[in-house]
């Protein structure tokens, strides 16, 4: 079949568009032609529809973004602005299904989250219009975030995000709390698929990032504690602090540097500020390397080397991963795909989706204990029961998180939208 993914933006490194791009792996490895649309696009030209005004970051969605939330009431000339961007959008969208010729459609997240109400209504009315074959790939739920819940368009959110629409129509999630909302305040059945990994195919080793640890300044003697996130509060990056506070007082004798792989500045500084401050009080070493490492290799405009993502994970001896929410946890695969042990703070999903399969981690309840610190140090000094937990976590996502899994899901959900 050809099939269309249709987002805001299909570039970077954010969660939806590494899914998104996933499951076009899986779909292309059984035969199918996968296209793209969104207002930003690192997708191969080809196969790519590029529609700037679907974009949620252009200046004037942005504005009227600021109209529709934090807010209980619109004007009429708000009104017409949505109806004109939707009406714009869907042409956009038509044009998409016209050029390839699609069989089906996958929006990814855009009916979900409200960050772009008139594509949301856009794709709400072309499947009412159409009855094209539609899986709705659902990452995260308005009603899960705060900054939605005082709203000018409580009508549109109802209507689209996500639509209760009839016909050859598939609702997916990526955790079960997921699912239960969609059933509770929709009455929308949904497939639950996790995000995945290519655990069939494991990392291979690459001399482009041998000089890393020197090059963002991490001694051969230092104990190398990786943070593989954005700096944002909800990553609960206190928490790393604080391990590697209670593991430096716990051995004195060794060197601990903490490394933050992304920059600051997506939710403003103030968090960032807070880190550092904590950090320097503990007498935590604590780096931020986001202007080394990149979504792909290249030099800096300094002309230094930069890195990707996966060049840092080899070097790592512990992994944190303390976050106070996720709506999965890709950063928890690919550490376990890089065969790295992980330490974790028990959020909600993880408890409900993830724990239940056995993982050997080391693990907390919102608070560093002294067993949490002996573990750590147990699984860094001691090589054969860190391949243990390795092999054993590796085999565990092979079984729960792998792209074949992703592969067996997907097919179900075709036969069942195409008997």
């Known amino acids: 079949m050809r099939i269309g993914f249709i987002s805001t933006r299909f570039e970077g490194t954010d969660g939806v568009t590494l899914e998104a791009a996933k499951w076009a792996t899986v779909l292309e490895a059984e035969g199918h032609e996968c296209f793209w649309f969104a207002g930003r696009l690192d997708t191969p030209v080809a196969t790519s529809f590029l529609y700037q005004e679907a974009f949620f970051g252009e200046p004037h969605i942005l504005a009227l973004h600021e109209k529709l939330f934090g807010c209980l009431r619109r004007t009429r000339a708000t009104t017409d602005e949505i109806q004109d961007i939707k009406h714009r959008c869907k042409d956009a969208l038509y044009e998409f299904i016209e050029k390839f010729r699609l069989d089906l459609i996958i929006p990814q997240n855009i009916l979900a989250i409200p960050i772009h109400v008139p594509l949301g209504l856009a794709i709400t009315e072309l499947m009412a ?68 990994f290519d655990f069939e195919n494991p990392p291979v080793e690459d001399p482009h990032a041998t000089d890393l640890r020197e090059e963002i300044g991490v001694g051969e003697d230092e104990v190398f504690v990786l943070q593989p996130t954005r700096v944002v509060n909800r990553k609960g990056i206190e928490h790393a602090i604080d391990l590697v506070r209670l593991m430096q007082k716990s051995k004195p004798e060794r060197k601990i540097a903490l490394v933050v792989s992304h920059d600051a500045g997506d ?75 992980v330490f974790i703070n028990r959020y909600s999903i993880y408890i409900r989706d993830i724990e239940p399969h056995g993982f050997k981690v080391i693990d907390i309840d919102g608070v560093v204990t002294r067993r949490s610190v002996a573990e750590a140090w147990d699984i860094i000094e001691d090589r054969a029961l860190a391949e243990e937990w390795a092999e054993h976590n590796y085999q565990c996502c092979l079984k729960h998180y792998s792209h074949d899994v992703l592969r067996k899901h997907l097919l179900g959900i075709l036969s069942h939208l195409f008997p």
Do not use: C
């Not at 840092?312 to 946890?329: C, K, M, Q, R, W």
């Open 129 to 196: 219009e159409t009855r094209i074959p539609t899986i709705a790939h659902h990452h995260d739920f308005y009603w899960e975030r705060d900054r939605f819940s005082h709203t000018a368009v409580p009508e549109y959110l109802e209507m689209a995000f996500p639509p209760v629409i009839s016909g050859q129509y598939a609702n997916v999630v990526i955790n079960s709390a997921g699912r239960s909302d969609l059933s509770r305040r929709r009455g929308l059945d949904s497939t639950l698929i996790p995000n995945v």
């Open 267 to 341: 939710e403003g500084f103030d968090y960032y500020d807070n880190l550092v401050e904590r950090a320097e009080e503990a007498e935590v070493r604590m780096l931020f390397v986001g202007d080394r490492i990149d979504e792909k290799r290249q030099p800096g405009e300094d002309g230094r080397k930069r890195y990707s993502l996966w060049d840092i994970y080899p070097h790592a001896d512990l992994v944190t991963y303390p976050s106070l929410y996720e709506g999965f946890g890709n950063a928890f695969l690919e550490a376990l795909w890089f065969r790295k042990p």
